[in-house]
């Protein structure tokens, strides 16, 4: 193993490679600062470029992005009570009082500072867990990945927030456009309604440009009206002092800690992690009356959890070939375009890509402390820039993207169509997760089922009552159940 780590170390320490996670750290920064550009929609609008990169060099542009967007999304959350991305949200609750009382610098210090010390505790949980699940992994079969894919769609449904039942309608359009194409086993044309350009099925990053890029863009065109404070002038102090360290740290270890589990859970992501540090964190504290108010435990809490959960998600999407978020899922096809199959094989047949995804991941994370604290100003500044402006480059960046793809101008109207579903979506607040993991794991759960009958000679029964494709059924039936039966315990009785 230490072979393998040393080998997947020079892979990175290449110029090319280190200058691609440079610009992808930048950016996710600069799609984190501006509200609505999210590290979903960064990953997605951006993996186009990559296609033309090594694996090394493109998977260091992405994971860049994705580990620098968050952070930069706390900028305006704690600025102008603005999340700038879903894993946000915790921080504005104590980022901005902080802003108001004037340590908005302060603020944006610990943001950067943690946000780097979540990843890099998250980071360590990769390496020493991922290897020891993968090889669990591989002693599943057809059956067992079957239960796994229908497990991680329903629990996508099951953190739907309130839209549960819209959740679950979104997975099983998901699931219906992943049987677009050819019958995996037999090859006979499915749903292409004659268009012979839909054999190969419905391409995913077109589908995921527009639903989180042009949809992005459509919605702030229809909310343009809105007006957003103003960042203050003067942020002051940066770099936290040593007796405010020492106050941030019971909230930074509960962050990382909650942020890497929840990460590791199939679509849970980094706003359910941030959360659940923030509420955890405040019933530890003896100042509870204090969070919500510009509590540093409570801004150290939501955001060392933010960047933990990264580390979480990519454990189950690399081990397990599940996203354990949007960003990660839009990693999948990024990995499945240079050629690389996330799952438990990548850990037999490919360690050292391995060990240089986890080098990747800590040089990231420190790339993201600096630029959080030397870019804090600019970044600041970037929350004047003009909407239109960015409206026209994620409209360009997208068409060009999904053309470059296949050379098709169908995916780029797929994006469009795309866009326009993701927009109305969001209008009716419908979840675009489960439709996302839905297009994922819909083929994954459909060879898997069938290749399991086949091999059981059409024994459904025999199937499913394997052991641990039972304990997954059971898993999938109570992460559907348990939001309804909350829902109703908070209705008021008549």
């Known amino acids: 193993m230490g072979a393998d780590l040393i080998e997947g170390l020079l892979a990175v320490l290449q110029w090319k490679v280190l200058g691609f996670l440079a610009i992808g750290v930048t950016l996710g920064a600069?799609?984190?600062?501006?509200?609505?550009?999210?590290?979903?929609?960064?990953?997605?609008?951006?993996?186009?470029?990559?296609?033309?990169?090594?694996?090394?060099?493109?998977?260091?542009?992405?994971?860049?992005?994705?580990?620098?967007?968050?952070?930069?999304?706390?900028?305006?959350?704690?600025?102008?009570?603005?999340?700038?991305?879903?894993?946000?949200?915790?921080?504005?609750?104590?980022?901005?009082?902080?802003?108001?009382?004037?340590?908005?610098?302060?603020?944006?210090?610990?943001?950067?500072?943690?946000?780097?010390?979540?990843?890099?505790?998250?980071?360590?949980?990769?390496?020493?867990?991922?290897?020891?699940?993968?090889?669990?992994?591989?002693?599943?079969?057809?059956?067992?990945?079957?239960?796994?894919?229908?497990?991680?769609?329903?629990?996508?449904?099951?953190?739907?927030?309130?839209?549960?039942?819209?959740?679950?309608?979104?997975?099983?359009?998901?699931?219906?456009?992943?049987?677009?194409?050819?019958?995996p086993r037999t090859a006979y044309p499915r749903y292409n309604y004659g268009y012979s350009e839909f054999l190969d099925g419905?391409?995913?990053?077109?589908?995921?440009?527009?639903?989180?890029?042009?949809?992005e863009v459509l919605t702030q065109i229809s909310e343009r009206h809105l007006q957003l404070d103003k960042p203050p002038s003067a942020l002051g102090r940066i770099w936290p002092k040593a007796a405010e360290w020492k106050k941030m740290l019971p909230g930074m270890l509960t962050g990382a800690g909650v942020g890497t589990l929840v990460g590791a859970v199939p679509a849970a992501g980094g706003d359910i992690g941030s959360v659940i540090a923030w509420e955890q964190a405040r019933r530890m504290s003896p100042n509870k009356k204090q969070f919500g108010k510009g509590a540093i435990e409570g801004?150290?809490?939501?955001?060392?959890?933010?960047?933990?959960?990264?580390?979480?998600?990519?454990?189950?999407?690399?081990?397990l070939g599940i996203p354990g978020d949007a960003p990660s899922a839009v990693l999948i096809g990024a990995l499945l375009i240079h050629g690389i199959q996330p799952g438990p094989l990548l850990f037999r047949d490919d360690r050292v890509f391995v060990f240089s995804i986890v080098c990747l991941?800590?040089?990231?994370?420190?790339?993201?402390?600096?630029?959080?604290?030397?870019?804090?100003?600019?970044?600041?500044?970037?929350?004047?820039?003009?909407?239109?402006?960015?409206?026209?480059?994620?409209?360009?960046?997208?068409?060009?993207?999904?053309?470059?793809?296949?050379?098709?101008?169908?995916?780029?109207?797929?994006m469009f169509v795309a866009g326009v579903i993701g927009f109305l979506f969001r209008k009716a607040q419908i979840p675009l997760g489960p439709l996302v993991l839905g297009m994922i794991l819909g083929p994954m759960m459909e060879s898997n089922l069938r290749r399991a009958l086949i091999l059981s000679r059409g024994d459904w029964f025999g199937t499913l009552t394997r052991p641990i494709v039972l304990f997954f059924l059971v898993a999938t039936l109570l992460s559907l159940l348990l939001p309804l039966l909350r829902a109703r315990k908070k209705e008021p009785s008549p």
């Open 30 to 183: 600069i799609f984190g600062a501006l509200p609505g550009l999210t590290a979903t929609m960064g990953v997605a609008v951006l993996t186009p470029l990559t296609f033309w990169l090594s694996a090394e060099e493109g998977l260091a542009m992405l994971l860049g992005i994705y580990g620098g967007a968050i952070p930069g999304g706390g900028i305006p959350a704690i600025l102008i009570n603005v999340p700038g991305t879903p894993a946000s949200i915790a921080t504005s609750w104590d980022g901005y009082p902080m802003s108001k009382k004037g340590q908005a610098g302060l603020a944006l210090g610990i943001n950067a500072l943690l946000s780097a010390m979540g990843q890099l505790t998250s980071i360590f949980f990769l390496a020493v867990a991922a290897f020891p699940i993968a090889a669990f992994a591989l002693r599943f079969g057809p059956a067992e990945y079957f239960g796994l894919a229908l497990f991680g769609i329903s629990l996508m449904a099951g953190v739907s927030g309130k839209q549960v039942i819209k959740g679950m309608l979104a997975g099983m359009l998901g699931l219906a456009l992943a049987v677009v194409g050819l019958d």
């Open 299 to 319: 801004l150290a809490a939501s955001c060392s959890a933010c960047n933990a959960a990264i580390g979480g998600a990519m454990t189950t999407m690399l081990t």
């Open 202 to 215: 419905i391409s995913f990053v077109p589908v995921m440009i527009g639903l989180f890029g042009l949809a």
């Open 361 to 414: 991941m800590v040089f990231a994370a420190l790339g993201i402390m600096v630029i959080g604290l030397l870019g804090a100003r600019p970044l600041a500044r970037a929350l004047r820039l003009p909407n239109a402006w960015l409206w026209a480059a994620i409209v360009l960046f997208g068409t060009v993207g999904s053309y470059a793809l296949n050379n098709a101008v169908i995916d780029v109207w797929v």
